[in-house]
Each structure stands twice: as structure tokens, then as C-alpha cells.
């Protein structure tokens, strides 16, 4: 088919955006997740 040699040049860069997104969901989910794990613990913790 005719560009197909600008194929995997456009995948490659799919695919190191997608990681990069998935990077960042990572580290927010984290961020997120002990800001919450921190919000349910802070009443027991004061008692």
C-alpha cells in the first residue's frame, strides 16, 4: 500500500504516547489513592 514505510514510524509514536499516559494514570491514580487512603485514616488517627 502506498505509505506504508511512514507506518510503524506513526505506531512507534502511538505507542510511546499510550505508555506515557498510561505513566502518568499510574502516578495520579497513586497520588489519588493515598490522598483518599489518608482522608479515611485521619478520623481514626485522631480518634
Known amino acids: 500500500m502506498p505509505g ?3 507506518n510503524p514510524d506513526r505506531i512507534n509514536l502511538n505507542c510511546s504516547q499510550f505508555t ?3 505513566t ?3 502516578s495520579v491514580e497513586k497520588v489519588f489513592g493515598s490522598a483518599v ?9 485522631r480518634g
Do not use: C, F, K, T
Not at 487512603?37 to 488517627?45: E, I
Open 37 to 45: 487512603w489518608v482522608m479515611a485514616a485521619s478520623p481514626r488517627l
Open 20 to 22: 506515557a499516559a498510561q
Open 4 to 6: 506504508e514505510s511512514a
Open 24 to 26: 502518568n494514570y499510574r
